[in-house]
């Protein structure tokens, strides 16, 4: 090996070039609280409300929903044209067939008591069931 005095110059100036390199490390800012958000975060539940803002009236897919926008809740269900709630569905028809499995039952219909072949047939007939079991 040898040394020569520009070896040396050079192998200075390479430990200067890499003690000069510079690591920056980049640090979040401390977050500063701001106003308070008006956002409201509602849940995602169907349950439409007709709501109302002075005239205007809309309907929201649920109550927090119409608050969050403003609105006050003026009936549940939807909007109508003519004002006013909607009225009630009607309530669902009742099973029109049942099967010709049997398990008797006992039941009652005003003073009237009467053994069914299932539950099902009882409760098409509009009947209420007294005990799983024929009458006596």
């Not at 000069?20 to 490390?25: E, G, H, N, T």
């Not at 509602?42 to 969050?68: K, L, M, W």
């Not at 549940?76 to 499995?101: M, V």
């Amino acid at each position: 090996m040898v040394n020569s005095p520009v070896a040396g110059v050079a192998g200075l100036l390479a430990l200067l070039f890499v003690s000069s390199c510079a690591v920056v490390v980049e640090e979040p800012l401390p977050v500063r609280p701001g106003p308070p958000s008006s956002q409201q975060l509602c849940p995602r539940i169907y349950d439409p409300v007709c709501a109302r803002r002075g005239p205007d009236r809309q309907t929201f897919g649920n109550s927090c929903e119409a608050n969050a926008a403003g609105y006050r809740v003026s009936h549940p269900g939807q909007c109508r044209r003519g004002g006013g709630p909607r009225p009630e569905p009607a309530p669902p028809p009742r099973q029109s067939f049942c099967t010709q499995q049997y398990e008797p039952v006992c039941a009652r219909r005003g003073n009237q008591v009467r053994t069914f072949g299932n539950a099902c047939e009882a409760r098409n007939a509009d009947y209420r069931i007294l005990y799983d079991a024929p009458c006596r």
